[in-house]
């Protein structure tokens, strides 16, 4: 088990190298399985994401979809990850709606967590205890390196016993609905795309500093399988750190 990851020019170019990787994956899937699982997160590079994706020939027909994490606010709010995924993916690349398994996050946090939990066991057929396994999970990271809506210090960091929580983000003051580690660790894929100069150093942390995912959340999944796309920006700081590491073992520097 390893992570990798590859450095592409720029945002663009992230998103088109990570679109093969995922469309290489979900394809392979579909042949094993007839079925591909994928779970996605938003934001911004996740919109590139989508448009590459949905330009791919890849068989929607037997894809669900799943979301790492939601906002607590209706479908058609722009702040929607739902939302981004309809308009850039679902309609573009006509996903069947049987097959989109969004977070139902209209409804009060708690129980948007206990339905959309209720819906991913009922799917997989999932008896109590046991946790699904999603083909690819799609992961993005913030600039304080948390990913999904786990943020520093969360304490469901540590929870491997439950699928999806509510979550109050308290620096954004705001409610969102979230997988949880143990899901989010049963995935034999995970690819993570990060884009701009504000990933540079989260990036850097995630790699060079010691494993503590309370700490740096976007950590959670380096004992396992895991490629990370980045753009140049993205990995600055990781590259000039690397190079520094190496200059400082080399004789007579």
Same mark, same amino acid.
């Given at each position: 088990?390893?992570?990798?990851?590859?450095?592409?020019?720029?945002?663009?170019?992230?998103?088109?190298?990570?679109?093969?990787?995922?469309?290489?994956?979900?394809?392979?899937?579909?042949?094993?399985?007839?079925?591909?699982?994928?779970?996605?997160?938003?934001?911004?590079?996740?919109?590139?994401?989508?448009?590459?994706?949905?330009?791919?020939?890849?068989?929607?027909?037997?894809?669900?979809?799943?979301?790492?994490?939601?906002?607590?606010?209706?479908?058609?709010?722009?702040?929607?990850?739902?939302?981004?995924?309809?308009?850039?993916?679902? $309609?573009? !690349?006509?996903?069947?709606?049987?097959?989109?398994?969004? *977070?139902?996050? &209209?409804?009060?946090?708690?129980? @948007? =967590? %206990?339905?959309?939990?209720?819906?991913?066991?009922?799917?997989?057929?999932?008896?109590?205890?046991?946790?699904?396994?999603?083909?690819?999970?799609?992961?993005?990271?913030? $600039?304080? !390196?948390?990913?999904?809506?786990?943020?520093?210090?969360? *304490?469901?960091? &540590?929870?491997?016993?439950?699928? @999806? =929580? %509510?979550?109050?983000?308290?620096?954004?003051?705001?409610?969102?609905?979230?997988?949880?580690?143990?899901?989010?660790?049963?995935?034999?894929?995970?690819?993570?795309?990060? $884009?701009?100069?504000?990933?540079?150093?989260?990036?850097?942390?995630?790699?060079?500093?010691?494993?503590?995912?309370?700490?740096?959340? %976007?950590?959670?999944?380096?004992?396992?399988?895991?490629?990370?796309?980045?753009?140049?920006?993205?990995?600055?700081?990781?590259?000039?750190?690397?190079?520094?590491?190496?200059?400082?073992?080399?004789?007579?520097?």
């Amino acid at each position: 088990m390893s992570v990798t990851w590859h450095i592409r020019r720029d945002a663009v170019d992230a998103a088109t190298f990570c679109a093969g990787r995922i469309g290489g994956l979900l394809t392979q899937a579909i042949e094993t399985r007839q079925r591909a699982t994928f779970a996605i997160s938003g934001g911004t590079t996740s919109r590139l994401l989508f448009e590459r994706l949905a330009g791919t020939g890849i068989d929607w027909r037997h894809v669900h979809l799943f979301w790492v994490d939601e906002r607590a606010v209706p479908p058609d709010d722009p702040r929607s990850n739902y939302r981004l995924a309809r308009e850039h993916l679902i $309609a573009p !690349a006509g996903i069947p709606a049987p097959n989109v398994h969004r *977070v139902p996050a &209209e409804l009060a946090p708690e129980e @948007a =967590a %206990a339905r959309y939990e209720a819906e991913i066991r009922e799917f997989f057929g999932l008896t109590c205890g046991r946790m699904p396994s999603i083909d690819i999970i799609h992961r993005g990271i913030g $600039a304080d !390196a948390h990913t999904a809506s786990l943020f520093p210090g969360e *304490v469901l960091i &540590e929870n491997r016993d439950r699928i @999806a =929580a %509510a979550v109050y983000v308290e620096k954004l003051a705001e409610w969102r609905i979230t997988l949880l580690p143990g899901i989010l660790l049963s995935a034999p894929h995970t690819v993570v795309l990060a $884009a701009g100069e504000d990933k540079a150093e989260p990036v850097r942390a995630v790699f060079r500093e010691p494993y503590n995912p309370l700490l740096y959340p %976007a950590q959670l999944g380096h004992n396992r399988d895991a490629e990370w796309v980045l753009d140049e920006a993205a990995a600055r700081r990781l590259a000039e750190d690397i190079e520094r590491a190496k200059r400082s073992r080399m004789p007579g520097v």
